[in-house]
């Protein structure tokens, strides 16, 4: 499975794929390997990290074709959507990414990540709202690995802080999975 | 000995390969690092300079490498276990003093996690193309042990390994790393003290007055060292010496002191020596390969066998001494030799020299920068078959 997070350098994107990588490597007895993109393109502009997560070792450490696309800026969404494979899942920030329109052959879920982080005091929790969404969504992991994964990568002072970030996320996620099969079902009807 | 527990940071953690080398060597025993930051390295000296004070090290930003190789060599003979951390660019300026290492018979391990070359070349990305240069990057003959690990977890593993092979043989060990591993991130797992074995050195014990720094019998029996501030007085020095260290300038001293550096390692290849094989038995080709190279190899081979083409793996984790004796046994057997390296050609060299033409030696080159695709290596091992 590879997964790309992306956005802006600051917004947490590679403690995102480092969460994300910890929670399957330690706490869901999977392979995690995680790699980011260095050099003068992480500054401001578009930043990325790569994971390759697998039931057995993973042994080419890049990812080759993206079967989930995290993006949390314009830019990053821009640079990499067509990588997305068809069928992928496309995860985004609501207020941040904006399309006229998205690619039909993938599935695109939204999240305000950046305003409910705002919400809880500080938009610095974006990341942690949006992989509790990631979470939900995509199922790569599972939400009490993902939870064991955060004491350690933030300071302890901010541990519950950050848990409720995640669950904001995590309970956003699942309410866009009843709704998106709601609309399947309701499409299905008008089509028969 | 096992590792003394101050070191020891148990547990399972999710880093990446610099920060793994750098719990290694703390694990250890290593006490000092000297170096000059540069990237992708300098996360191994961040993580020992935060963590050396809480352990009884030192760690000292140096003005430039070549310094800060000398510093290594003089802190190995205070009996503190040393190293030093760097890439391309500052292994190439440490190459005069790793010689001085060598001639002066001083354990210590230098990290080079490489990155593309040559001169500054690609600060940001991988490479495996300083592999010759660490066996022949200082003048003069002499032998050297280098290993190169393929994850996170082997930068933990093996830098104590590193470090057990230096104080071992008295010879500074190179440890080759490269950007995809040490920028990559992975479980990596530190166990408890007593599961870890390190050597500690051998000190000389007995009168002062006899005491002989070297023993020139190219043999694994190494001369004990002493400690500087012990009150012994002796003389070590680049300069072609006896074995009392004292400067001798002539061919008959060259001959015992040269020979001894060389083959005190050319004549314990068998012990010093560590590489992985598989499927080796019955195999028409076999994949020879290092560091992160060893590890997309297996997918290309993965993918081979699932053509049904009899391919095995030798997977060189100590690449300096060259397992020579082994490729030439296997030479007989198979049809060829497939070798994946991110360099224009380098540890082929070795292999098709000891095949001595009864296998094809074939080179998958990669100038740096990325690994390579599986399927270039694949269409090597399906050329190999053939």
């Not at chain 1, 999977?30 to 390759?52: D, L, N, W």
């Not at chain 2, 060389?262 to 028409?284: L, P, Q």
């Given at each position: 499975?590879?997964?790309?997070?992306?956005?802006?350098?600051?917004?947490?994107?590679?403690?995102?794929?480092?969460?994300?990588?910890?929670?399957?490597?330690?706490?869901?007895?999977?392979?995690?390997?995680?790699?980011?993109?260095?050099?003068?393109?992480?500054?401001?502009?578009?930043?990325?990290?790569?994971?390759?997560?697998?039931?057995?070792?993973?042994?080419?450490?890049?990812?080759?074709?993206?079967?989930?696309?995290?993006?949390?800026?314009?830019?990053?969404?821009?640079?990499?959507?067509?990588?997305?494979?068809?069928?992928?899942?496309?995860?985004?920030?609501?207020?941040?990414?904006?399309?006229?329109?998205?690619?039909?052959?993938?599935?695109?879920?939204?999240?305000?990540?950046?305003?409910?982080?705002?919400?809880?005091?500080?938009?610095?929790?974006?990341?942690?709202?949006?992989?509790?969404?990631?979470?939900?969504?995509?199922?790569?992991?599972?939400?009490?690995?993902?939870?064991?994964?955060?004491?350690?990568?933030?300071?302890?002072?901010?541990?519950?802080?950050?848990?409720?970030?995640?669950?904001?996320?995590?309970?956003?996620?699942?309410?866009?999975?009843?709704?998106?099969?709601?609309?399947?079902?309701?499409?299905a009807a008008v089509a028969a | 000995m096992k590792a003394d527990p101050i070191g020891v940071a148990t547990g399972s953690y999710y880093i990446d390969g610099d920060h793994a080398c750098a719990?290694?060597?703390?694990?250890?025993?290593?006490?000092?690092?000297?170096?000059?930051?540069?990237?992708?390295?300098?996360?191994?000296?961040?993580?020992?300079?935060?963590?050396?004070?809480?352990?009884?090290?030192?760690?000292?930003?140096?003005?430039?490498?070549?310094?800060?190789?000398?510093?290594?060599?003089?802190?190995?003979?205070?009996?503190?276990?040393?190293?030093?951390?760097?890439?391309?660019?500052?292994?190439?300026?440490?190459?005069?003093?790793?010689?001085?290492?060598?001639?002066?018979?001083?354990?210590?391990?230098?990290?080079?996690?490489?990155?593309?070359?040559?001169?500054?070349?690609?600060?940001?990305?991988?490479?495996?193309?300083?592999?010759?240069?660490?066996?022949?990057?200082?003048?003069?003959?002499?032998?050297?042990?280098?290993?190169?690990?393929?994850?996170?977890?082997?930068?933990?593993?093996?830098?104590?390994?590193?470090?057990?092979?230096?104080?071992?043989?008295?010879?500074?060990?190179?440890?080759?790393?490269?950007?995809?591993?040490?920028?990559?991130?992975?479980?990596?797992?530190?166990?408890?003290?007593?599961?870890?074995?390190?050597?500690?050195?051998?000190?000389?014990?007995?009168?002062?007055?006899?005491?002989?720094?070297?023993?020139?019998?190219?043999?694994?029996?190494?001369?004990?060292?002493?400690?500087?501030?012990?009150?012994?007085?002796?003389?070590?020095?680049?300069?072609?010496?006896?074995?009392?260290?004292?400067?001798?300038?002539?061919?008959?001293?060259?001959?015992?002191?040269?020979?001894?550096?060389?083959?005190?390692?050319?004549?314990?290849?068998?012990?010093?020596?560590?590489?992985?094989?598989?499927?080796?038995?019955?195999?028409?080709?076999?994949?020879?390969?290092?560091?992160?190279?060893?590890?997309?190899?297996?997918?290309?081979?993965?993918?081979?066998?699932?053509?049904?083409?009899?391919?095995?793996?030798?997977?060189?984790?100590?690449?300096?001494?060259?397992?020579?004796?082994?490729?030439?046994?296997?030479?007989?057997?198979?049809?060829?030799?497939?070798?994946?390296?991110?360099?224009?050609?380098?540890?082929?060299?070795?292999?098709?020299?000891?095949?001595?033409?009864?296998?094809?030696?074939?080179?998958?080159?990669?100038?740096?920068?990325?690994?390579?695709?599986?399927?270039?290596?694949?269409?090597?091992?399906?050329?190999?078959?053939?």
């Amino acid at each position: 499975m590879d997964i790309r997070f992306s956005g802006f350098g600051g917004q947490g994107i590679i403690k995102s794929g480092i969460l994300v990588g910890k929670a399957a490597s330690l706490f869901d007895n999977k392979y995690g390997t995680m790699t980011q993109s260095f050099g003068p393109e992480a500054r401001g502009g578009a930043c990325s990290a790569q994971i390759v997560v697998d039931d057995s070792p993973v042994l080419y450490p890049y990812i080759v074709a993206p079967e989930i696309l995290v993006t949390m800026s314009q830019e990053a969404y821009e640079k990499f959507t067509d990588e997305l494979i068809p069928g992928g899942i496309l995860l985004t920030d609501t207020d941040l990414v904006k399309s006229e329109q998205f690619r039909k052959d993938v599935k695109v879920y939204s999240i305000p990540s950046t305003r409910i982080a705002e919400e809880l005091g500080n938009r610095i929790f974006a990341n942690v709202v949006m992989i509790g969404f990631f979470t939900a969504v995509t199922k790569v992991v599972s939400p009490e690995a993902m939870k064991k994964a955060i004491p350690g990568a933030v300071p302890s002072r901010f541990i519950d802080i950050n848990i409720e970030a995640f669950d904001r996320g995590y309970n956003y996620g699942l309410e866009q999975l009843k709704e998106a099969k709601g609309s399947r079902k309701k499409k299905a009807a008008v089509a028969a | 000995m096992k590792a003394d527990p101050i070191g020891v940071a148990t547990g399972s953690y999710y880093i990446d390969g610099d920060h793994a080398c750098a719990e290694g060597a703390i694990a250890a025993g290593c006490r000092f690092l000297a170096g000059y930051p540069i990237t992708p390295s300098t996360e191994v000296a961040e993580r020992v300079a935060e963590r050396f004070p809480k352990v009884g090290g030192m760690f000292i930003q140096m003005e430039d490498e070549l310094a800060s190789m000398a510093a290594v060599v003089g802190a190995s003979w205070t009996g503190t276990k040393s190293m030093t951390v760097t890439s391309g660019p500052g292994f190439s300026l440490m190459m005069e003093n790793l010689g001085l290492g060598a001639m002066m018979e001083t354990p210590c391990v230098v990290v080079n996690v490489q990155r593309g070359g040559p001169s500054t070349g690609l600060p940001t990305l991988t490479g495996q193309a300083d592999m010759m240069q660490a066996r022949w990057g200082s003048h003069g003959d002499y032998e050297i042990i280098a290993l190169s690990p393929n994850s996170p977890q082997e930068c933990f593993d093996l830098t104590i390994t590193a470090f057990n092979l230096s104080e071992q043989w008295r010879v500074p060990v190179l440890f080759m790393m490269d950007e995809c591993v040490g920028h990559m991130t992975e479980k990596v797992v530190i166990p408890e003290p007593d599961e870890i074995e390190v050597l500690p050195r051998k000190y000389y014990q007995g009168d002062k007055e006899s005491y002989r720094p070297f023993k020139f019998n190219g043999a694994a029996d190494l001369a004990p060292m002493i400690k500087a501030g012990d009150g012994y007085f002796i003389h070590i020095t680049g300069l072609t010496h006896d074995e009392r260290g004292y400067p001798i300038i002539n061919a008959e001293a060259q001959g015992k002191n040269v020979s001894h550096l060389v083959d005190k390692i050319r004549n314990n290849v068998e012990k010093i020596s560590i590489f992985e094989e598989d499927c080796i038995d019955d195999a028409d080709v076999v994949v020879v390969s290092y560091g992160i190279s060893s590890r997309v190899a297996l997918k290309a081979v993965e993918d081979a066998r699932a053509k049904g083409i009899k391919v095995g793996t030798l997977r060189l984790v100590t690449v300096w001494p060259f397992p020579e004796g082994r490729i030439q046994q296997l030479a007989g057997k198979v049809k060829s030799f497939v070798v994946p390296e991110i360099n224009m050609g380098q540890i082929v060299l070795e292999v098709e020299r000891a095949a001595k033409g009864k296998a094809k030696a074939i080179l998958v080159p990669h100038a740096g920068g990325w690994v390579h695709d599986p399927d270039d290596i694949l269409a090597a091992i399906e050329e190999g078959a053939a």
